[in-house]
């Protein structure tokens, strides 16, 4: 996988948030600030103009000038919390111009360890580390055993969407929605279901 791999993954991103910007922005009017949609959708565009002016040379490269990009012009807690995941991958990867099956769960699990140490979240508290946390697992687990890599990446946003609709019976302990106690029942965390897009993004990336 290399950089223009990585492109290909942030542009698929942004096209995914723009198309699902008001079911992300659905999703957090129950238990948010009903913005999510529309920061997401303002930051890749952001990230999609920062490529194309300074286009990188390496996976990490582009990796960490999105995540920079999405902590300086996304708000809320969503441009924090995606910048980190995203520059920490970067900051895994490094200069190297090609990163393999194993690079990359490596750079997720540093994302899921950054995104841990931002929020103070963990699994169940209802918020995107319920989808990208078992989607790093899966990605380790799938590259350990050998499975090629388009099948590998199929099993972490299957393990993604799965920990998403996971979110929707559990009461939030992080973030806004946690003000709202036990009326966050029964919504489906914004976060958790924006980062099963993403990982989306990255499957298709490896399928086309």
Known sequence: MDTRFFTTWIEGIAKAVA???EHLTALDAAIGD????ANLDRGFTA???ALAAAPPDSPGKALTLTGTTLI?????????LYGTAFRQMGSVLGSAPDVTPSDLATALEAAVAGVRKLGGATEGDKTLLD????AAGALRRAVQNGTKTEDALDAALTAAREGAR??????????RASYLGERSIGHEDP??????LILAALRDAAGG
């Open 131 to 134: 989808a990208l946390a078992p």
């Open 166 to 175: 996971a979110t929707i019976p559990l009461q939030a302990r992080k973030g």
């Open 34 to 37: 009903a913005d999510h949609g």
């Open 72 to 80: 300086r012009k996304v708000g809320g807690a969503s441009g924090p």
């Open 47 to 49: 990230v999609r103009e």
């Open 19 to 21: 198309e699902n910007r």
């Open 191 to 196: 976060g958790a279901a924006s980062t099963v």
